[in-house]
């Protein structure tokens, strides 16, 4: 409400007020008067009739009949008028009724009364009244007379309307009083209003022009003051605001500022990347917009003046190093402030590179040991046994070849992991392909006693590297026979299957567990160590095809039942379908 409606309420309120203390007496001792006069009306209509029936009561007619004649009394609809004995009870009504009221008592005593109560039978208030039938100093009966009281409220309703004009003509004068004193005062407040809702919209340099030596015009000239300073103050603010916003946005580490309640005050995007923490969610509980509840309990340690550094898993497997320090203001704990780094990819190298350390050096140990032994031998003496001598050379050029393949396929598969590869694409004919690898892996077939075949679709053309095609299809096939005992047999098979073309490598052998099945790709993984390891497998080759494939755009995948065998399979774009994607992108 505004100041001037403030002001013309308060003179209306005070003429009101006196309206209703002057107008409630009053109307409250009109009431009053009016119905004690209609009581004694009553009163009188009472004597009345009692004088009326005395003769018909000394002559010791029945009351029944004495009551049918008070009836022409009744001088309007509404009106009861009733004849009791001298002790005030109704002979015809028996023995259960009530008691007889106050007003009825009286009169059995000799003495005209009166009385106002709600009336139970017609459901209303009455006025009632009572007086003794007498022959002497003795009661004869008692006429008892009522009406109802709403009778009189109408007829007070003349005096409320009266009274209602002269308040509302009082009320009328008072507000346009009110109206003209109040906007001499209210018209330069309301300028200082705009001014100030102006500030409100960023007009931070409005001026007012109200003037005038009173405190209205001192306080314009505080007010003008008071907009220039601000103008100046906000513009700094913005400035400053604008150059943490654009640190905050460049930095790659979350930054997450809690106050000294929990409530979030700062968030960057970062922030909403990593935690999903929202920018807009400023002045909203910790705990209702940070999903990681070890980060909101280092945050609340931190706010409490305890600073906090840990490293934190996040859900989706993410790792992060969280650096927790509180804000001082005025030398106490004003919120806390928590820098998250995501340290995922560091610690995934760490990992990587120590299970490489462990898993080369365990892969040169056997091969080393062996070297190393036999060379010992050699030199105390099994040099001048020449077939001992050649046997152990034989076996130490077969060490030394493994150690050469496992540096070639280390080498290999680290150009593969750091993108140095280059491709030469072109298109590849699956069938001539497969034909090609299974009559160069033939011979080494017959020779475990295993038989190999293929099956082609021909037409199968797709956009790849031919060698590098070639050497992912020979390691599958190599894998194969590996593992596939003598009697066994190897089946390779193209197909097109949804916009693709597929190679599937299926064998007979012993099959892979469920558990090792998701990790067949991985670096040094093997399923069968010792059967591996005797047939000169590092668990490199099936990392290094996987590699080969995705960078050409495919997948690969295996397939297994222990005890039935295994299919590797591996698919890449139809030449038709890259072609179109190509387009597409372009």
């Given at each position: 409400?505004?100041?001037?409606?403030?002001?013309?309420?308060?003179?209306?309120?005070?003429?009101?007020?006196?309206?209703?203390?002057?107008?409630?007496?009053?109307?409250?001792?009109?009431?009053?008067?009016?119905?004690?006069?209609?009581?004694?009306?009553?009163?009188?209509?009472?004597?009345?009739?009692?004088?009326?029936?005395?003769?018909?009561?000394?002559?010791?007619?029945?009351?029944?009949?004495?009551?049918?004649?008070?009836?022409?009394?009744?001088?309007?609809?509404?009106?009861?008028?009733?004849?009791?004995?001298?002790?005030?009870?109704?002979?015809?009504?028996?023995?259960?009724?009530?008691?007889?009221?106050?007003?009825?008592?009286?009169?059995?005593?000799?003495?005209?009364?009166?009385?106002?109560?709600?009336?139970?039978?017609?459901?209303?208030?009455?006025?009632?009244?009572?007086?003794?039938?007498?022959?002497?100093?003795?009661?004869?009966?008692?006429?008892?007379?009522?009406?109802?009281?709403?009778?009189?409220?109408?007829?007070?309703?003349?005096?409320?309307?009266?009274?209602?004009?002269?308040?509302?003509?009082?009320?009328?004068?008072?507000?346009?009083?009110?109206?003209?004193?109040?906007?001499?005062?209210?018209?330069?407040?309301?300028?200082?209003?705009?001014?100030?809702?102006?500030?409100?919209?960023?007009?931070?340099?409005?001026?007012?022009?109200?003037?005038?030596?009173?405190?209205?015009?001192?306080?314009?000239?505080?007010?003008?003051?008071?907009?220039?300073?601000?103008?100046?103050?906000?513009?700094?603010?913005?400035?400053?605001?604008?150059?943490?916003?654009?640190?905050?946005?460049?930095?790659?580490?979350?930054?997450?500022?809690?106050?000294?309640?929990?409530?979030?005050?700062?968030?960057?995007?970062?922030?909403?990347?990593?935690?999903?923490?929202?920018?807009?969610?400023?002045?909203?509980?910790?705990?209702?917009?940070?999903?990681?509840?070890?980060?909101?309990?280092?945050?609340?340690?931190?706010?409490?003046?305890?600073?906090?550094?840990?490293?934190?898993?996040?859900?989706?497997?993410?790792?992060?190093?969280?650096?927790?320090?509180?804000?001082?203001?005025?030398?106490?704990?004003?919120?806390?402030?928590?820098?998250?780094?995501?340290?995922?990819?560091?610690?995934?190298?760490?990992?990587?590179?120590?299970?490489?350390?462990?898993?080369?050096?365990?892969?040169?140990?056997?091969?080393?040991?062996?070297?190393?032994?036999?060379?010992?031998?050699?030199?105390?003496?099994?040099?001048?046994?020449?077939?001992?001598?050649?046997?152990?050379?034989?076996?130490?050029?077969?060490?030394?070849?493994?150690?050469?393949?496992?540096?070639?396929?280390?080498?290999?598969?680290?150009?593969?992991?750091?993108?140095?590869?280059?491709?030469?694409?072109?298109?590849?004919?699956?069938?001539?392909?497969?034909?090609?690898?299974?009559?160069?892996?033939?011979?080494?077939?017959?020779?475990?006693?295993?038989?190999?075949?293929?099956?082609?679709?021909?037409?199968?053309?797709?956009?790849?590297?031919?060698?590098?095609?070639?050497?992912?299809?020979?390691?599958?096939?190599?894998?194969?026979?590996?593992?596939?005992?003598?009697?066994?047999?190897?089946?390779?098979?193209?197909?097109?299957?949804g916009g693709e073309g597929w190679v599937s490598v299926e064998d007979t052998g012993k099959g892979i567990p469920p558990d090792d099945l998701p990790h067949v790709f991985d670096r040094f993984y093997r399923a069968d160590r010792s059967r591996t390891r005797t047939s000169g497998g590092f668990g490199l080759g099936l990392a290094i095809a996987k590699h080969l494939v995705e960078m050409q755009g495919g997948r690969i995948w295996a397939e297994s039942t222990p005890g039935r065998g295994s299919v590797f399979s591996f698919a890449l774009p139809l030449l038709d379908a890259r072609t179109s994607a190509e387009r597409k992108n372009s």
């Amino acid at each position: 409400m505004s100041l001037q409606a403030r002001l013309v309420a308060s003179y209306v309120a005070v003429v009101a007020l006196a309206l209703l203390v002057a107008g409630a007496y009053a109307v409250r001792q009109i009431e009053q008067r009016y119905t004690r006069a209609y009581a004694a009306s009553l009163e009188a209509q009472a004597r009345v009739i009692a004088q009326a029936i005395r003769p018909h009561l000394r002559a010791g007619e029945p009351l029944g009949s004495v009551e049918q004649l008070t009836k022409v009394y009744q001088w309007r609809k509404g009106v009861y008028v009733g004849v009791r004995d001298p002790s005030g009870t109704n002979p015809h009504l028996g023995l259960g009724q009530p008691p007889p009221p106050p007003e009825v008592l009286e009169a059995t005593r000799g003495r005209v009364s009166s009385a106002q109560r709600w009336d139970e039978t017609s459901r209303e208030m009455r006025i009632f009244a009572a007086a003794p039938v007498r022959e002497g100093s003795r009661v004869l009966g008692v006429v008892h007379v009522s009406a109802p009281r709403l009778w009189v409220q109408r007829q007070l309703q003349q005096v409320w309307w009266a009274f209602a004009a002269a308040g509302a003509l009082a009320l009328g004068a008072g507000t346009f009083l009110g109206l003209r004193i109040s906007r001499s005062v209210t018209r330069p407040l309301r300028e200082l209003e705009q001014g100030a809702q102006a500030i409100s919209r960023g007009e931070y340099g409005r001026q007012v022009s109200v003037r005038g030596p009173d405190e209205v015009g001192r306080l314009a000239e505080a007010f003008n003051r008071m907009a220039q300073q601000l103008a100046n103050t906000v513009e700094r603010i913005r400035e400053e605001r604008n150059r943490l916003e654009a640190v905050l946005a460049s930095l790659r580490d979350a930054v997450v500022a809690v106050g000294p309640r929990g409530e979030l005050l700062l968030a960057n995007r970062s922030a909403e990347e990593l935690l999903g923490v929202r920018q807009d969610a400023v002045g909203q509980p910790l705990a209702e917009v940070v999903r990681v509840p070890a980060l909101v309990q280092l945050l609340e340690a931190a706010a409490q003046g305890r600073e906090q550094s840990e490293e934190l898993s996040l859900p989706g497997g993410r790792v992060v190093e969280v650096t927790c320090s509180s804000i001082r203001g005025d030398g106490e704990p004003a919120g806390a402030v928590a820098v998250v780094r995501d340290v995922t990819e560091l610690r995934r190298s760490e990992r990587l590179r120590r299970e490489l350390v462990a898993n080369v050096s365990h892969e040169l140990r056997t091969p080393l040991t062996s070297i190393k032994g036999f060379v010992e031998t050699l030199l105390a003496g099994a040099l001048r046994d020449e077939q001992n001598s050649r046997r152990f050379l034989e076996i130490i050029e077969t060490e030394t070849n493994r150690l050469t393949k496992l540096v070639d396929d280390l080498l290999e598969l680290s150009r593969l992991e750091s993108k140095g590869v280059t491709f030469q694409l072109q298109t590849v004919d699956l069938a001539a392909l497969c034909a090609a690898v299974v009559d160069r892996q033939q011979p080494r077939a017959e020779g475990a006693g295993v038989r190999l075949e293929c099956s082609v679709e021909p037409g199968v053309l797709v956009v790849a590297d031919p060698d590098r095609l070639e050497q992912v299809l020979t390691n599958l096939v190599d894998n194969a026979l590996k593992f596939t005992l003598p009697g066994g047999r190897i089946h390779v098979r193209t197909r097109v299957h949804g916009g693709e073309g597929w190679v599937s490598v299926e064998d007979t052998g012993k099959g892979i567990p469920p558990d090792d099945l998701p990790h067949v790709f991985d670096r040094f993984y093997r399923a069968d160590r010792s059967r591996t390891r005797t047939s000169g497998g590092f668990g490199l080759g099936l990392a290094i095809a996987k590699h080969l494939v995705e960078m050409q755009g495919g997948r690969i995948w295996a397939e297994s039942t222990p005890g039935r065998g295994s299919v590797f399979s591996f698919a890449l774009p139809l030449l038709d379908a890259r072609t179109s994607a190509e387009r597409k992108n372009s």
